[in-house]
């Protein structure tokens, strides 16, 4: 279930305009990144059915599209089936379609000038790797090679990053000079960060105080952002994790030794299968062999790599999902629905997803004494039923 961002003005987009608000306010946004005929704009119109160009030739996608893709979580069928509720609004996710990029984009070279300005206006990277062999679909290295396409990537990344901070090292070392307190500090941890990216290393590997991110945070690095990585395969063709080729062996010891998050998708049929209810869909997969969608996946892997979680409201009116950062507290919970929640905060009626879909009535958890009250300290649980009280 997808909106546009000119939400409001149809019924149905309304539906989604407040939680929307609320995403867009926190800008939380996924920008999906790659080479040239990797898939991106395939997987874009798998994740938001919106007719995006995606044809076989380089910067077929020039302006970034953007698309508000729902949550899946069945949990939401669950409490609204309990409450019987006239309508059911997911938590989102914003994705962000943006032009394929080439080795040298960090000199400009292809449309890279205008890549690197449309990544950093996202906060974070969905880098899309192609892991099959099709003489039909070229590769601009000629070559299919999922590791060697993701060091490209990020080393032009990295360069742009290391101009950013080049640059504001000479911005900052005059009043370094002078004993400005803010500035020595500040032109420290610049100097770890320029020798991190010389060595090839992305920003956000760096370990770094609270006080150093809030120092470079304002310089919006490419690398600082959160990565996940999709590993997109093809029915049919050539795929190297299903070949256990050396090429997928050497991606596996990449993802382990540098912790990095990762979903296998594959764009093509799910772009197939994107207009068909959902039953029909599963059908297909099993006739295709895939067990499950590689967008749901990446759906949820993104959520969670936003640092974001779920907590839900639920009645006969609506059930909803709240997007909150992960840690908030039960008045920034609330602030999620209205300011008022946060500032006129005095206590909360909690109760788990669990117990609530187990006796099936807000009625029984009450009577089992499994809802809990709780105050302004209580740390937010994924998956938590809420009830605010405020003055």
């Known amino acids: 279930m997808v909106v546009t961002k000119t939400v409001g003005k149809s019924e149905g987009p309304r539906i989604y305009s407040q939680n929307l608000l609320v995403l867009l306010r926190m800008s939380l946004s996924v920008g999906i990144v790659g080479l040239p005929n990797v898939g991106k704009s395939t997987l874009f119109n798998a994740l938001t059915k919106n007719a995006v160009p995606a044809e076989n030739y380089p910067f077929c996608t020039i302006d970034p599209s953007v698309g508000v893709v729902a949550v899946p979580d069945h949990r939401l069928d669950t409490l609204a089936k309990i409450s019987n509720s006239e309508k059911v609004v997911p938590a989102i996710v914003e994705f962000v379609d943006i032009a394929g990029l ?9 449309l890279g000038n205008k890549f690197l300005a449309n990544i950093r206006e996202v906060d974070m990277i969905a880098e899309v790797v192609r892991i099959f062999e099709d003489e039909n679909v070229h590769h601009v290295s000629g070559a299919v090679d999922p590791l060697s396409d993701i060091e490209v ?6 360069l742009a990053d290391s101009e950013t901070v080049s ?14 307190k803010d500035a020595v500090a500040e032109q420290a941890i610049l100097g770890s960060l320029a020798q991190h990216l010389e060595a090839g290393k992305l920003a956000h590997t760096l370990e770094m105080s609270d006080s150093d991110h809030a120092r470079v945070k304002g310089l919006h690095l490419l690398t600082m952002k959160p990565f996940l990585y999709v590993c997109n395969r093809k029915n049919g063709a050539f795929n190297l994790d299903e070949q256990n080729d050396e090429r997928w062996q050497e991606l596996m010891d990449f993802f382990d030794t540098t912790g990095a998050e990762y979903v296998v998708v594959d764009a093509g049929i799910e772009h197939e299968l994107k207009d068909l209810h959902e039953d029909e869909k599963n059908e297909f997969r099993r006739e ?12 949820r892997a993104s959520y969670h ?33 209205h300011t008022d929640f946060k500032d006129k905060f005095i206590r909360a009626q909690v109760m788990s997803f669990e117990d609530l879909a187990q006796l099936g009535s807000v009625a029984k958890v009450r009577e089992s004494g499994k809802v809990r009250t709780e105050g302004k300290e209580y740390i ?7 009830e605010f009280l405020h003055s």
């Open 380 to 386: 937010v649980q994924e998956g938590d039923v809420m």
């Open 288 to 299: 295709y062999g895939t067990q499950s969608s590689g967008i749901d996946g990446l759906i």
């Open 153 to 158: 990537i990020n080393l032009e990344l990295i």
């Open 102 to 110: 080439v080795k040298g984009a960090a000199a400009g070279e292809g």
């Open 305 to 337: 790599r936003l640092g974001l979680m779920s907590f839900f409201t639920t009645g006969e009116k609506e059930t909803r999902a709240w997007t909150i950062p992960q840690s908030s507290t039960a008045p920034e919970a609330g602030a999620a629905i």
């Open 167 to 180: 640059k504001r090292i000479s911005s900052v070392e005059r009043d370094a000079k002078r004993g400005d």
